[in-house]
C-alpha cells in the first residue's frame, strides 16, 4: 500500500522529471482567481510536453497576470519586465537565445491597450514564442476599471455601463496573419491543456486568449467573462488533444468523433475534433465568421481557431548562425585584428 | 595684393535634395587629398527636398575645423536665400553666383562678383540633369579660381561615383565646363588660393556615426535594435552595411541580429531582453528617442541589466530642430527615468574615440551590469572628420561577473542574484537557460536572492549598492584629457564635439590675453582628476552646447562646497555647430565678470 503511494508520488515524465520540478512559489492572487488554474495548466502543459524546465523563459508584463511566473516553473528563469513590453524585451532575449521556450503571459490590460503594438508587431515578425493573454476585461491591481476587452453593456460594481466595442485578441490577431490563434476558458483544464501543449510545439507565434475571470472586480452576471456568463455560453469548436511525438501511447485519451491530424514544426502532432464540422483551421475566413458569428450570439468560440505551419519564424528572416549567439565565442564575434587593419588600409588608399 | 593661402572659408547655398552633397564632397575630398587642412559642415534642413541647405568648407592652415568667424567665398545657387546670403557678406567678399537665376542679380559694389551662367551651361551637357550638373559646374569654377589640382579633382569625382563610369564623364564634362568659363569669362581678382601640403601622417574622413558602427562592430555586438530617428540612423545604417563583411560567416549567416523596431519603446525592451540574456545588445537614437525609452532605462538600472543605448544629440527640447546639433541630453541620460537612478555617459570627441568607446561600452555595461550611454552628437556623427585609423581593442572583452559553469556556482558558499559578494556593489550573474539560480528578474523591489521585497531595508540598501557600484566606475571609464600649462590659473572644462572648436577658442583668448587650461571630459560619473583639475585653478569655466550648463549642474552639485564657487558655466546654443569667436567672447564676459 505504502509503496504504491509512492510510485504515484513520483510519476515522471519523458525525461523522468516529476511533476514537481514545473511548480512554482504560492500564489498572491485572489482566491478562486482564474489565472491561478491556468498557472496550474501550464506546470501540466510543460511537464506532459517533457520540456526541460529550465530551458523555459517565463515572460511578462504588468498586472495581475504577469505576476503570475512566481507561481509556476520555479527552475526557470523570468523577467517581469514593464506594462505592455513584454514582446520586445523577449524579442531581444530570442534573439541571442533562440533555443529557449519563451513563455509569455500577459493581461488584457498589458496587450490589448498599453501594449497592444508590441503585441502586434511581435505577431507581425512571427516571433517564436507562446503568448498567453488572462483575459478578463478589467484592470485588477488598479482596482477594478474596465480594459479595451471589456464587453458592452458590462457594468461595474459601482458606476457607469461600458458601452465602447472591445478588442478581439482573436480576430485582431487572425488579421495580422498570427500563425496560432486559439481561446479558452480558464476553466476548461483538458482544452487549455492541449490547447498550451500545442502552442509549446508550434514554431512561430502563438497567440492563446484564455477567458479567465475576475472573481472579484468583473463577476457580475451581466460581464460576459464572469464565471456563470461563460460556463453558460461557451461554444466549443475544437476540443484539441496533444500527442507528443515521443509517447504516442497517449494517443490513448483521444475522443470518439471527427478529428483531424496538424503536424506542427517539433514533429508532434495535435488532432483536432472537430464539434463544428465545416472549420477548417487553415480557413481565416472560416475561423473570423465564427468569432463574427459568436459574438453576435453573445457567445465565446474556444478551441484552435487558426493555424499556420508554413510562414517562416523571426530566426529565419533574421538569417542567424545555427548556434545560439549566447554560445559563440568571444573570439567569434570580435572581427580578426586584421580585419580592421584591411579596413584602415582601404581608408587611407 | 597677397595670396591668402589655405586660410579662408567657402559658404556654399543650394537647395536641399538638388545632388549639391555630392559636388560639396567632391570638393571637400579634392582639398583633403591635396594635403589642404579642411573640415566640412553640412547645415542641413528637415526636409528631403526644396529647403535651403548650406555646406561650409573651413580651410585653416592651423587646422580648426569649427566653422570660421566669416564667409569669404560665398557661392549662391539658392534663390531662396539670395538676398539674405549677399547681406550677410563682409565688404571684400567673393561671390560667385548662378547668373542664369530668374530675377535675381548681385548689386553689391563692395564684392568681388564672379557671374557664372550655370543651368545654361548644364543645360546643354544634359538637360534632363541639368540641376545635378549645375552643382559640378561651380565645382568646376571654385577648383579653377582656387588653383585646385585636376587629378585630385578627378580622384575625388571617382570615389564619390564609386567607379560608375557614365556618372564620372558626366561630372568630369561638368568640371572642365566650369574651369573653362572661368578661364575664357572671368578675370582673378581675389586673393584666395589653395597649395598642396604634405601630411605628417596619411588620414582619411568618415563620418562619427560610422566609427561608432565599427566600434560596436569590434565591440561583439550582438543584436542591433533601432527605429530610425535623424541624426543616429546612420549608425544603425553603418553596423548594416558592414555585416556582410565582417559578421557573417560562408553560409551567408550573420551572428549579429538587426532588428528594426516599432519604436523607440521597443527597441530598448530588445536591448534589455538580449543583455538579460546574456548577449551584447545595443540601440542607437536621438534625443526623442531616448525620452521614450526612459521607463525601460530604469528597469536597466534597478534590475541590472547590461544594455547599450547611442544617443546622437540633437536639438530639443520636443521635435526641436532634428538637423540642427546641441550638447543638450546629458542630463537626461546621466539620471534617467523616475526615482533616484544615476548612470555611466560616454562622451566621445572625435571619430576614433567614438570607434573606441563603441567597443568600451560594451565592456562597461557587463562589467557594470547597468545601462550605459554613449553621447555624441548631430556634428559629430554625421560630419565628416580626419581620422588617422582605428585602433584595434587593446585588451579582450570584458564579459563581467556571470556564472557560466556549474562548478563555478557550486562553488560559491551563498548565492544570490543581487548579492554583494565582493564588496564592490557588483553581484554575479547566472543566465537564463542555464539552469542556475533561476529568478524572476523585476523592476519591483528586491532582495539580495532576487526575491520580491517592499522591506524597508532591502530597499534601502539595494539602493545604497546601486549608488556604490556606479560610484565606483568612475576612475575606471576614460579619463579627462587635460592640456595645461603651468602659469595659468583659468582651467575650461568641455565636453564632445566641442573638441573640434577648443583650440581655436583658446587661440583667440589668448589674442585676448587669458592663457587658458584645458580639461576634457570624456565620461560620467565624473574622473576623480576633474575635480583634481578644478582645484589646480582659481576659475574654473565649464563650456558646453546648450542653454542652461547641464555640465555645470551635475558638477557643481557633485563637488566639495570649498571649491563649487570657483566654477562658472559659459553655456550657448543657437543650433549651428561651435563658432569659437562666439564662445572665446562669452568666455572672456564670464572671466570679466568674475573678477569683477
Known amino acids: 500500500m505504502s509503496e504504491r503511494k509512492r510510485e504515484r508520488a513520483v510519476k515522471l515524465n519523458v525525461i523522468n522529471q516529476p511533476k514537481d520540478s514545473y511548480t512554482g512559489g504560492p500564489s498572491s492572487l485572489c482566491p478562486g482567481c482564474g489565472h491561478d488554474q491556468i498557472s496550474n495548466v501550464i506546470i501540466t502543459a510543460a511537464w506532459e510536453n517533457g520540456v526541460e524546465p529550465h530551458r523555459i523563459a517565463k515572460m511578462s508584463g504588468i498586472g495581475c497576470s504577469s505576476k503570475t511566473p512566481a507561481y509556476y516553473l520555479g527552475q526557470s528563469h523570468g523577467f517581469n519586465t514593464v506594462h505592455g513590453r513584454m514582446p520586445s524585451v523577449t524579442t531581444g532575449a530570442y534573439a541571442i537565445n533562440k533555443d529557449l521556450l519563451y513563455l509569455g503571459v500577459s493581461g488584457d490590460g498589458d496587450s490589448a491597450s498599453i501594449g497592444i503594438g508590441q503585441l502586434i508587431h511581435a505577431i507581425r515578425r512571427n516571433m517564436n514564442m507562446v503568448y498567453i493573454v488572462e483575459n478578463n476585461g478589467v484592470y485588477g491591481l488598479t482596482k477594478g476599471q474596465y480594459s479595451a476587452t471589456a464587453d458592452v453593456g458590462s457594468k461595474k460594481r459601482k458606476g457607469a455601463t461600458n458601452e465602447i466595442q472591445p478588442i478581439d485578441l482573436c480576430a485582431l490577431a487572425i488579421n495580422l496573419g498570427c500563425t496560432f490563434v486559439a481561446r479558452s476558458f480558464s476553466g476548461s483544464r483538458r482544452q487549455l491543456t492541449s490547447i498550451i501543449r500545442a502552442g509549446m510545439s508550434h514554431k512561430g507565434f502563438a497567440l492563446i486568449d484564455v477567458i479567465s475571470p475576475c472573481v472579484t472586480f468583473n463577476n457580475n452576471d451581466e460581464s460576459m467573462k464572469s464565471y456563470g456568463y461563460v460556463k453558460d455560453n461557451e461554444v466549443t469548436l475544437h476540443m484539441a488533444d496533444y500527442i507528443p511525438h515521443f509517447d504516442p501511447m497517449e494517443e490513448v485519451e483521444v475522443p470518439e468523433g471527427h478529428f483531424r491530424d496538424i503536424t506542427l514544426h517539433d514533429g508532434s502532432t495535435i488532432r483536432l475534433e472537430t464539434i463544428s464540422e465545416e472549420h477548417d483551421p487553415s480557413d481565416s475566413m472560416a475561423a473570423l465568421t465564427a468569432l463574427h458569428d459568436a459574438e453576435t450570439n453573445r457567445k465565446h468560440v474556444t478551441g484552435l481557431l487558426y493555424f499556420n505551419s508554413e510562414k517562416p519564424s523571426l530566426d529565419e528572416d533574421l538569417d542567424l548562425v545555427d548556434t545560439p549567439l549566447l554560445d559563440l565565442d568571444d573570439s567569434e564575434i570580435r572581427p580578426s585584428k586584421e580585419s580592421l587593419d584591411a579596413l584602415n588600409a582601404e581608408f587611407l588608399s | ?596
Open chain 2, 1 to 596: 595684393m597677397d595670396n591668402i593661402v589655405n586660410d579662408f572659408t567657402l559658404n556654399i547655398a543650394t537647395a536641399n535634395g538638388t545632388g549639391s552633397q555630392s559636388a560639396n564632397l567632391i570638393l571637400l575630398d579634392s582639398l583633403f587629398e591635396m594635403g589642404v587642412p579642411v573640415s566640412g559642415k553640412n547645415l542641413f534642413p528637415s526636409n528631403i527636398s526644396g529647403l535651403p541647405t548650406w555646406y561650409i568648407l573651413r580651410l585653416s592652415e592651423k587646422g580648426y575645423q569649427a566653422p570660421g568667424d566669416r564667409t569669404h567665398i560665398q557661392i549662391l545657387v539658392n534663390p531662396a536665400t539670395w538676398e539674405e546670403d549677399i547681406e550677410a557678406l563682409e565688404p571684400g567678399s567673393v561671390i560667385i553666383w548662378n547668373s542664369d537665376t530668374k530675377k535675381k542679380t548681385v548689386e553689391r559694389e563692395d564684392i568681388i562678383s564672379y557671374p557664372v551662367p550655370m543651368t545654361s551651361m548644364a543645360r546643354k551637357i544634359n538637360p534632363k540633369l541639368a540641376k545635378l550638373v549645375t552643382n559640378i559646374i561651380y565645382v568646376g569654377v571654385v577648383a579653377e579660381l582656387l588653383g585646385i589640382d585636376q587629378k585630385c579633382l578627378e580622384n575625388a569625382v571617382s570615389k564619390q561615383f564609386k567607379g560608375k563610369s557614365s556618372a564620372i564623364e558626366l561630372n568630369i564634362e561638368a568640371l572642365q565646363t566650369g574651369r573653362d568659363y572661368c578661364t575664357e569669362n572671368l578675370e582673378k581678382k581675389d586673393p584666395y588660393i589653395v597649395e598642396k601640403r604634405e601630411r605628417r601622417t596619411k588620414q582619411f574622413f568618415i563620418e562619427g556615426n560610422e566609427a561608432v558602427a565599427l566600434g560596436s562592430i569590434y565591440g561583439g555586438c550582438q543584436m542591433l535594435a533601432w527605429y530610425p530617428i535623424t541624426p543616429s540612423s546612420s549608425v544603425a545604417e553603418g553596423i548594416i552595411a558592414y555585416i556582410p563583411r565582417l559578421r557573417t560567416d560562408e553560409d551567408g549567416k550573420t551572428n549579429l541580429a538587426v532588428i528594426q523596431a516599432e519604436d523607440e519603446l521597443a527597441a530598448a525592451g530588445m536591448v534589455l531582453g538580449a543583455g538579460w540574456a546574456g548577449g551584447r545588445g545595443m540601440t542607437a537614437t536621438s534625443g526623442p528617442g531616448i525620452s521614450l525609452m526612459q521607463e525601460f532605462i530604469g528597469l536597466a538600472y534597478f534590475a541590472e541589466v547590461p544594455s547599450v543605448f547611442w544617443d546622437v544629440n540633437r536639438v530639443g527640447p520636443s521635435t526641436g530642430l532634428p538637423t540642427r546639433t546641441q550638447q543638450s541630453d546629458i542630463s537626461m541620460l546621466y539620471e534617467g527615468s523616475h526615482g533616484d537612478t544615476q548612470h555611466i555617459v560616454l562622451i566621445p570627441g572625435t571619430v576614433e574615440e567614438c570607434f573606441e568607446f563603441g567597443w568600451v561600452a560594451f565592456d562597461c555595461a557587463e562589467r557594470f551590469q547597468t545601462p550605459i550611454f554613449g553621447l555624441s552628437d548631430l556634428d559629430l556623427g554625421m560630419n565628416k572628420w580626419a581620422c588617422s585609423g582605428f585602433e584595434y581593442p587593446d585588451k579582450p572583452m570584458d564579459r563581467g561577473k556571470v556564472v557560466r559553469e556549474k562548478e563555478v556556482f557550486e562553488a560559491f558558499e551563498t548565492f544570490g542574484r543581487y548579492l554583494d559578494i565582493d564588496g564592490d556593489g557588483i553581484p554575479y550573474r547566472t543566465l537564463p537557460g542555464s539552469g542556475m539560480d533561476p529568478i524572476l528578474y523585476r523592476g519591483t523591489g528586491h532582495n539580495p536572492m532576487g526575491v520580491y521585497s517592499e522591506k524597508p531595508d532591502d530597499y534601502r540598501n539595494l539602493m545604497v549598492r546601486l549608488r556604490e557600484k556606479i560610484d565606483n566606475s568612475r576612475d575606471l571609464l576614460p579619463e579627462p584629457l587635460m592640456r595645461e600649462e603651468e602659469d595659468s590659473d583659468i582651467g575650461i572644462i568641455y565636453l564632445g564635439s566641442m573638441e573640434n572648436s577648443i583650440q581655436e577658442i583658446d587661440d583667440i583668448l589668448l589674442e585676448m590675453g587669458h592663457h587658458v587650461n584645458q580639461c576634457r571630459v570624456r565620461a560620467l560619473p565624473f574622473h576623480s582628476d576633474v575635480e583634481e583639475f578644478i582645484r589646480r585653478h582659481k576659475t574654473t569655466i565649464v563650456l558646453e552646447i546648450n542653454r542652461d550648463g547641464q555640465l555645470y549642474g551635475i558638477l557643481r552639485r557633485e563637488l566639495p562646497n570649498d571649491i563649487v564657487t570657483n566654477v562658472h558655466s559659459v553655456a550657448y546654443s543657437d543650433g549651428l555647430p561651435p563658432r569659437a569667436r562666439i564662445y572665446a567672447n562669452l568666455i572672456s564676459e564670464k572671466l570679466k565678470e568674475v573678477n569683477e
